[in-house]
């Protein structure tokens, strides 16, 4: 079984995983990496992807990398421009010569007599496993199973003679032209989905058992129109950048601390886009607070557009059961359909699937406490990317390869092998991801705990971050430094 050895392996070449290598080839250059992918291709998430209308729900001046400029003219940008922009990146870095594709990391074993993680792999291409080493264990995998959607147990599903599908795994033969569709879920992919059939299809409905906050926000943003045609793009990119960081944050902070005031502001932008008489209440009003959940963004009004000229509508109810034609509410009525999408979420996956063990002992990820978001407590030379719920979700991601770049830096300088989380003394912990969204909700335990106070606690907070992250200390409470026990030398 051949054994190579890295400094640094990185884990996913999606957007997290592309970006970290980027920053260990500008700060870190003579560190050695390798990246893992057990996909065929690079581009994570925007390369699955491909239901209609994909795109991003953040603006891509925080959602493109800090380091290279965002310069396609939409700020809300499609899936196929946003997997072209990763790629690009890829290859600008050269991080492409380091992917190892269909590479399916199983399990992960640290060794502390030697400061290595020995890292099993599966390769699906050729059904061998095979065996890495590394210093540093970097996993950039998101959180969510990439080969298979959260679709609930619908009563007599398997009565429905037409098409059932999951947005995550859309099928290219699908043809919706003139057909009854019904969309059964709230989120950002069923606010996207729905505009986006609603241009070809007979009609769409989109069922939902509660609302969702959603807002129109244009798909280009203006003052980066304006800035591009008179800075440098770099210069144009970061003056956006900083603009919209500060919104987001602003428009955060303010929904956190006057929720019915953001609650109200909401309802009467909804109200103001969609016909006299609409029920907003109903369709439109959450019962939770504004960010309990994400916000979902309808770029240039497209979801309240396609519902004003009867394209498509809202149905609040629930699914009783599936009939031969479409669906059954709980209220008695029946919504008649040719084709079902059931965008109802995501299952959440750890580490993408691997198992980690600790001087032989495996590990209990939802026993962990996360260190500044991105270690756990007693694992060493470890990090994982899990960006922001509030904000883009790059913003934390280089945030977080930087800081690892400087714990390599400083471990390099300091002679030290190995750096360790400790959690903390209190047991004050709570979930690491606080949104309430069900997909979050069903598998919270199984991730890791984050503490009560800095530096155990993630405060969404980006410009807090950043002083933490790129100018803090390395060294504090909630970390220690040390080498090899058997004093082997690591390279």
């Not at 360790?420 to 991730?447: E, N, Q």
Request: aromatic content about 8%; charged content about 25%.
């Amino acid at each position: 079984m051949p054994t190579d050895h890295v400094d640094v392996l990185i884990v996913g070449a999606g957007l997290s995983g592309v970006g970290a290598a980027c920053h260990l080839r500008r700060t870190c250059p003579d560190t050695t990496y390798t990246v893992l992918e057990a996909r065929d291709a690079v581009g994570g998430t925007w390369d699955l992807f491909r239901y209609p209308g994909i795109r991003s729900d953040s603006d891509m001046f925080t959602l493109g990398y800090a380091f290279r400029p965002w310069t396609a003219p939409q700020a809300i940008a499609d899936g196929d421009t946003i997997l072209r922009y990763v790629r690009e990146t890829a290859r600008e870095y050269g991080v492409e010569e380091h992917i190892r594709f269909r590479h399916r990391v199983r399990r992960a074993e640290w060794d502390s007599t030697t400061a290595r993680w020995t890292v099993h792999v599966h390769r699906d291409d050729t059904a061998e496993d095979v065996v890495l080493t590394c210093r540093f264990l970097f996993c950039c995998t998101g959180y969510y199973r990439y080969d298979a959607g959260y679709t609930p147990d619908f009563p007599d599903v398997g009565r429905f003679t037409g098409r059932l599908v999951h947005p995550q795994h859309w099928p290219d033969d699908l043809d919706h032209t003139g057909r009854r569709v019904v969309v059964i879920g709230s989120g950002a992919t069923a606010v996207t989905l729905v505009p986006a059939l609603a241009r070809r299809a007979g009609h769409v409905t989109m069922l939902q058992r509660s609302p969702t906050y959603v807002i129109a926000l244009p798909a280009r943003d203006r003052l980066a129109d304006v800035l591009r045609r008179r800075l440098p793009a770099r210069a144009a990119h970061r003056l956006v950048r900083a603009k919209n960081v500060l919104s987001g944050t602003v428009t955060y902070q303010l929904a956190r601390r006057a929720p019915r005031v953001v609650r109200a502001f909401l309802r009467r932008a909804a109200k103001g886009r969609l016909p006299a008489g609409y029920d907003v209440d109903r369709h439109f009003s959450p019962r939770y607070d504004p960010w309990d959940q994400r916000l979902c963004v309808a770029p240039d009004g497209d979801l309240f557009d396609a519902l004003s000229t009867g394209r498509a509508s809202v149905v609040t109810d629930t699914v009783a059961a599936f009939t031969p034609g479409g669906v059954r509410l709980g209220s008695g009525g029946e919504l008649p359909a040719d084709i079902v999408v059931t965008a109802t979420g995501l299952q959440l996956l750890a580490l993408g699937g691997m198992t980690l063990a600790v001087d032989g002992v495996d590990v209990d990820l939802g026993a962990t406490v996360a260190y500044k978001g991105m270690m756990l407590s007693g694992v060493p030379n470890f990090a994982l990317t899990i960006g922001y719920t509030n904000a883009s979700w790059t913003l934390k991601a280089d945030l977080v390869a930087t800081y690892v770049c400087r714990l390599l830096r400083h471990l390099d300088a300091t002679g030290q092998q190995v750096v360790t989380p400790v959690a903390p003394a209190d047991g004050d912990l709570s979930p690491l991801i606080d949104l309430r969204s069900g997909y979050v909700l069903r598998s919270v335990d199984t991730l890791p705990r984050q503490g009560a106070r800095a530096p155990w606690r993630l405060y969404q907070n980006y410009p807090r971050d950043v002083v933490l992250m790129k100018h803090g200390r390395l060294v504090d409470e909630g970390v220690r430094f040390s080498r090899a026990t058997a004093g082997t030398p690591v390279g």
